[in-house]
């Protein structure tokens, strides 16, 4: 008998076929995240539940499910911070992610935030699309050229490196960084640094590449944001709350720094009205992995996890539990 999988939203086709040759699929008719009580009962109801962002297994919800039925919760995405791997173990319930198959895409998105911010493209098109453009002239929307200037890495993990070596090979731009431990090879020419603000006050662009989790919760706050210089630009492709949103916001309402690019948002789906107001900040909907290649690579990647774990087998991208 096929073991019980529970899809938490429709992956592309491909990967959904592979699945369902392979175990007994039931997928969600929606593409929003599974709600408290949804995810309780499924770990009750299945054998295995393939979540993604936004389904939310928390402490309460394994304490919810009791003894659960899934023995693997195997997450389509990177980050896991939405899972509390220590109580999924406490659980019984193995927590794998997909890493690697996401660094290329999500660095492309980041150097893509990088040139919308720094060169004000966001505020170009939609002054286009509002029919307010009256003609080229000279000083219009001028920006930051970013040839040859510097970048700060937050997070010089494979994601951290990948837009490194973006900027660096690509436009010309001196790389810094931090990292919590020390980085032998960045894999371009850069400079490690000894603090977050050090970092920040050095660059003219930052791109923030950490992992989410209470770890990362608000670790670029006020005083990390007070250090930036006043023409500098922030972008984050990590992960929202990495970032206190409403020092941002202030931020960039009071012109401390010129500009930002988002991907991610502190409560997603909800974006602040006051962040949605402003000229200087770029907004997307969390397109950092969103090429149909990339999708179904991460999709294949969780169906790895998963054939390995029910042949016996250790899945590649098992989760220690932190400690």
Known sequence: MRESLLISRALPAPVMERLARRFAVTTRPTTLPMSEAEAASALG????????????????????????????????????????????????VVVTNTPGAVTDAT??????????????????ERLVRAGRWK????????????GGKVLGVIGMGRIGRAIARRAHLGFGMDVVFFNRSKVEDPG??????????????????????????????????????????????????????????????????????TGAGLDVYEHEPEVPERLRRLENVTLLPHLGTNSEEVRTNMGMMAADNLEAFFEGRPPANAIQPAG
């Not at 394994?62 to 003894?67: L, M, N």
């Not at 003609?135 to 970013?146: F, K, N, S």
């Open 188 to 257: 371009v020419p850069a400079r490690q640094l000894e603090s977050i603000k050090a970092v920040m006050g050095a660059a003219d662009v930052i791109a923030i590449a950490v992992p989410g989790g209470a770890a990362t919760h608000h670790l670029i706050g006020r005083a990390e944001l007070a250090a930036m210089r006043p023409h500098a630009h922030l972008v984050n492709i990590s992960r929202g709350d990495v970032i206190d949103e409403p020092a941002l916001i202030e931020a960039l309402e009071e012109g401390r720094i």
């Open 107 to 124: 660095a492309d998105i980041a150097m893509a935030l990088i040139l919308m911010s720094a060169r004000r493209l966001g505020e170009g």
């Open 45 to 92: 109801e299945h054998d295995a539940i393939l979540p993604t962002l936004g389904d939310a297994f928390t402490a309460d919800i394994f304490a919810a499910a009791g003894t659960p039925r899934a023995r693997i919760l195997a997450n389509f995405g990177v980050g896991y911070n939405h899972i509390d791997v220590a109580a999924a173990a406490k659980a019984g």
């Open 135 to 146: 003609g080229w002239h000279p000083t219009q929307l001028l920006g930051l050229h970013i």
